[in-house]
Structures are given as structure tokens and as C-alpha cells.
């Protein structure tokens, strides 16, 4: 399983990565070979447990691989990944350049679904990066369906201004047990009337 954050646990110590490991010159020259399909879709990326045994050349038997995706819980994290972890001004402190060009889609929507009102901060740059990641918003159903306001509300009018509009609408509207309201009511509504709706692709 994969996702932010990772660390091991072996002999005592807590392994992880942080900027300072993966942009100094042995984590550049460990990690250059990892495309960036691979940072972004992939399951290889710089921050999880295989990348973490290999720059602490950790065999695959040594340590037992933990994560935890909601990351600000930090009651729950050893240390000192509780202190690096405690507010969106001090992950950016040690995660920042990692959270920028290496973070994977996924992540970035776990935050904008979950994060509580404290890592806002975070929520709205994760929101910026996955929207630069995705241009084609195939993500978007799943942020209407999960996400707060007014993260579900930004996914709708993203959602009707790119991509294949009738096509859209119709994986809103048909689901309606997860898609929250007014979501599968506005997507009957546009799609009921979409040969008029040339220049607006959502309804208030």
C-alpha cells in the first residue's frame, strides 16, 4: 500500500524521507532513473517504503512498513514524524520540494477530501497540483462526491468547462447515492436542457 506518510520501523529507529534526503546528491543520483509518469501515477515513488529501504539500504525482511494517510493525526505517529508533522508550515518545511514534484495524484486528492480546517493551507496547494497533474480532470467525479465545500463546488464548474460535457454529466447523474445534492440535481437539470446550454455549463 502506498501513500504519505510512510516510514519503517527497524532495530529502534524510524526510517523516512524528506527533502534534505531526496534532493542531495545521493538521493539524485539514486532516484534520477524514476520517470515522472512514474512519480505521479505510478507506484514508484521517492517517499514510499521501497525507495525508503533502498537509500537506507534496508533489506526487504528488515523493519516492518507502516503509513499513515492521515498524516495529521499526529497522537498516532512516532517521533520525530509527530513534531515534522504538527502544523502545514512545518511539512512544508521538510516535505515542500517533495510535495511539489513528487507527491502522486492520489495523495493530493486524500488531502483535499480529508485534511481538517488547520491544513487548509495545504488543501488549496494540493487542490492547484492535481489540477497542473491532471489536465484532462479525470479525477474530478470522485473530489464532488468526497470533498468539502467548496472543493465539490470548484471540481463541479471544472468538471462542465473541460473534457466531454454530456459525458460528464452523465456520470454525475447517474449515480445518485454518492454524488452528494445539489450535484445530481444540477446534472439533470444541465443535462435535460443541454442543447441550450452553449455557454454556461452549470446552473446556480
Not at 55 to 80: A, H, M, R, V
Not at 164 to 171: R, S, Y
Not at 179 to 184: I, N
Request: charged share 25%; proline share 6%.
Amino acid at each position: 500500500m502506498y501513500g504519505f506518510v510512510s516510514w519503517i520501523e527497524y532495530d529502534g529507529k524510524v526510517f523516512f524521507l524528506t527533502d534534505e534526503e531526496v534532493f542531495s546528491p545521493k538521493g539524485m543520483g539514486m532516484f534520477r532513473l524514476l520517470s515522472h509518469h512514474s512519480f505521479f501515477h505510478g507506484t514508484n515513488s521517492v517517499i514510499y517504503h521501497d525507495a525508503i529501504r533502498e537509500y537506507f539500504s534496508l533489506e526487504p525482511d528488515q523493519g516492518t512498513c507502516c503509513i499513515q494517510k492521515d498524516f495529521w493525526n499526529t497522537d498516532t505517529l512516532p517521533e520525530p514524524l509527530d513534531i515534522l508533522l504538527a502544523t502545514p508550515k512545518s511539512f512544508l518545511a521538510t516535505w515542500g520540494r517533495v510535495f511539489d514534484g513528487r507527491f502522486l495524484l492520489p495523495d493530493f486528492f486524500y488531502i483535499i477530501c480529508h485534511a481538517p480546517e488547520s491544513y487548509n493551507l495545504l488543501r488549496k496547494k494540493a487542490w492547484r497540483r492535481s489540477l497542473e497533474l491532471d489536465p484532462r480532470n479525470t479525477w474530478l467525479i470522485r473530489v464532488i462526491r468526497h470533498a468539502p465545500e467548496p472543493y465539490a463546488w470548484k471540481a463541479w464548474r471544472r468538471l462542465f468547462r473541460w473534457g466531454n460535457f454530456v459525458h460528464n454529466v452523465e456520470l454525475v447523474s447517474s449515480d445518485m447515492g454518492n454524488s452528494p445534492e445539489p450535484y445530481p440535481r444540477l446534472a439533470e437539470k444541465i443535462y435535460e436542457n443541454r442543447a441550450n446550454s452553449k455557454t454556461s455549463f452549470w446552473v446556480s
